[in-house]
């Protein structure tokens, strides 16, 4: 019901920066929350920083005061900007959309396919 399209991985530096991007279609009016989860290798898929409807936020402790979630206003996109990156922000990142429908109301999760990001020297 709700397709997720990531965009902007790749290779960078430590101490550098990416930018990703998500755009939702579909029945995006059911989405109440879009955000970022990640998963390296040999390791469970975590919460990076997710961005509810209200605009309150939630971030990983690994990741605070270095990325930041935010949403655009007008279309269903969330993006994630991530400075000072590590190598250990090495993983696929994924593109999250929580949407409610229905009576009684049921949730639903939703995911993109993911996008690399690989922090080396």
């Known amino acids: 019901q709700v397709n997720l399209l990531e965009s902007g991985g790749g290779l960078v530096q430590p101490g550098g920066s990416l930018r990703l991007s998500c755009a939702a279609s579909?029945?995006?009016?059911?989405?109440?929350?879009m955000g970022w989860y990640r998963q390296a290798p040999g390791k469970e898929r975590e919460l990076v920083a997710t961005m509810a409807n209200n605009k309150v936020t939630t971030y990983s402790d690994s990741v605070r005061d270095r990325f930041t979630v935010s949403r655009d206003n007008a279309q269903p996109v969330v993006s994630l900007q991530m400075n000072s990156l590590k190598p250990e922000d090495s993983a696929v990142y994924y593109c999250?959309?929580?949407?409610?429908?229905?009576?009684?109301?049921?949730?639903?999760?939703?995911w993109g396919q993911g996008t690399q990001v690989t922090v080396s020297s």
């Open positions: 999250h959309a929580k949407g409610i429908l229905g009576t009684p109301e049921r949730k639903y999760n939703f």
């Open positions: 579909g029945r995006t009016s059911m989405i109440i929350l």
